[in-house]
T-cell receptor, first 112, second 113 residues
Framework: DGGITQSPKYLFRKEGQNVTLSCEQNLNHDAMYWYRQDPGQGLRLIYY???????QKGDIAEGYSVSREKKESFPLTVTSAQKNPTAFYLC???????????FGPGTRLTVT | DQQVKQNSPSLSVQEGRISILNCDYT??????FLWYKKYPAEGPTFLIS?????DKNEDGRFTVFLNKSAKHLSLHIVPSQPGDSAVYFCAASALGAGNMLTFGGGTRLMVKP
């Protein structure tokens, strides 16, 4: 059955290390998104991609990088330049002109 | 500058009663609105949506009302059930912005048995 997978569920890293979060979808959706959620706050858009080999910065892209080499995959790298990387990261996808975005289960990243 | 605001961080309701979650927006270009439900440590799940050409949309126990002049929407859950306890996010999309969504800060709903 179709869906969005994010791995791992929990990730721990030392400060100064880059880390890559995985996001895969088999929904045949064109667009994919990365959000960040901090405690008690809403979802803030980091990066999005409407088609393969193209992506755009969201509201809080600094310290993050992405790639979109395949339609199914949209990995997010949290670099050492991100000042407050500890957060819950959510990946989502949507199809064409449809507004509804479907979310993966999320990855909780803790950097110490 | 928050374009979508949920001014109540939490709401407590008795089982069987109505839950009303509110959302305000400032961008007059928003033309499509969505509600998502989120359990802890999980991704949000889509609940219900409404286009700006309508003022009401209903799906089972869930009804969304849109007041464009007041730039306000609300989600009604009737009757509320303990399983409805979650964080609810409203989101909006602007005309010409493709699939981009702007989310509110969320309201935590607690339904007491």
């Amino acid at each position: 059955d179709g869906g969005i997978t994010q791995s791992p569920k929990y990730l721990f890293r030392k400060e100064g290390q880059n880390v890559t979060l995985s996001c895969e979808q088999n929904l045949n959706h064109d667009a994919m998104y990365w959000y960040r959620q901090d405690p008690g706050q809403g979802l803030r858009l980091i990066y999005y991609s409407q088609i393969v080999n193209d992506f755009q910065k969201g509201d809080i892209a600094e310290g993050y990088s992405v790639s979109r080499e395949k339609k199914e995959s949209f990995p997010l790298t949290v670099t050492s330049a991100q000042k407050n990387p500890t957060a819950f990261y959510l990946c989502a996808s949507s199809k064409g002109e449809i507004y509804e975005q479907y979310f993966g289960p999320g990855t909780r990243l803790t950097v110490t | 500058d928050q374009q979508v605001k949920q001014n109540s961080p939490s709401l407590s309701v008795q089982e069987g009663r109505i839950s009303i979650l509110n959302c305000d927006y400032t961008n007059s270009m928003f033309d499509y609105f969505l509600w998502y439900k989120k359990y802890p440590a999980e991704g949000p799940t889509f609940l219900i949506s409404i286009s700006s050409i309508k003022d009401k949309n209903e799906d089972g126990r869930f009804t969304v009302f849109l007041n464009k002049s007041a730039k306000h929407l609300s989600l009604h859950i009737v009757p509320s059930q303990p399983g409805d306890s979650a964080v609810y996010f409203c989101a909006a999309s602007a005309l010409g912005a493709g699939n981009m969504l702007t989310f509110g800060g969320g309201t935590r709903l607690m339904v007491k048995p």
